[in-house]
């Protein structure tokens, strides 16, 4: 069972989260995600239990909970497959509405938002 852990410290690192969760069973994989740019987390990694009932107990436990000053949100990962909602933010999958200035010169300032109009 993989999980979604998030708002995780900005140091944190792979074998940390590991240990953090290793107490509700073994665990799979640990991978923090990170942002390259910056060489820091990106603030949301996961976690894969080799048995779900880990994965569950881990889920109840660690929900919550303050680690860094931090309170992580943990939950079952989403599939990335398909697309389908969930994936990118709740946005259809394709990225949706990114906002902005809704004047009637667009979202950069330019005619048309700085979009081609077919």
């Known amino acids: 069972m993989k999980l979604y852990i998030g708002n995780i410290p900005f140091d944190a690192r792979e074998e940390e989260l590991r240990?953090?969760?290793a107490e509700f069973g073994a665990v799979?994989?640990?991978?923090?995600?990170?942002?390259?740019?910056k060489g820091r987390s990106r603030g949301f990694g996961f976690v894969e239990f080799l048995d779900p009932l880990h994965g569950?107990?881990?889920?109840?436990g660690m929900n919550g909970k303050e680690v860094g000053g931090r309170k992580l949100v943990v939950n079952e990962a989403r599939s990335r497959?398909?697309?389908g909602a969930g994936y990118?933010?709740?946005?259809?999958?394709f990225g949706g509405d990114r906002g902005g200035d809704r004047d009637d010169r667009g979202d950069r300032g330019r005619p048309g938002g700085g979009r081609p109009r077919f």
């Open 28 to 37: 799979g994989t640990a991978t923090v995600i990170v942002d390259p740019r």
């Open 81 to 83: 497959e398909g697309g």
């Open 88 to 93: 990118r933010g709740n946005r259809g999958g």
């Open 56 to 60: 569950k107990a881990a889920i109840a």
């Open 19 to 21: 240990e953090l969760f």
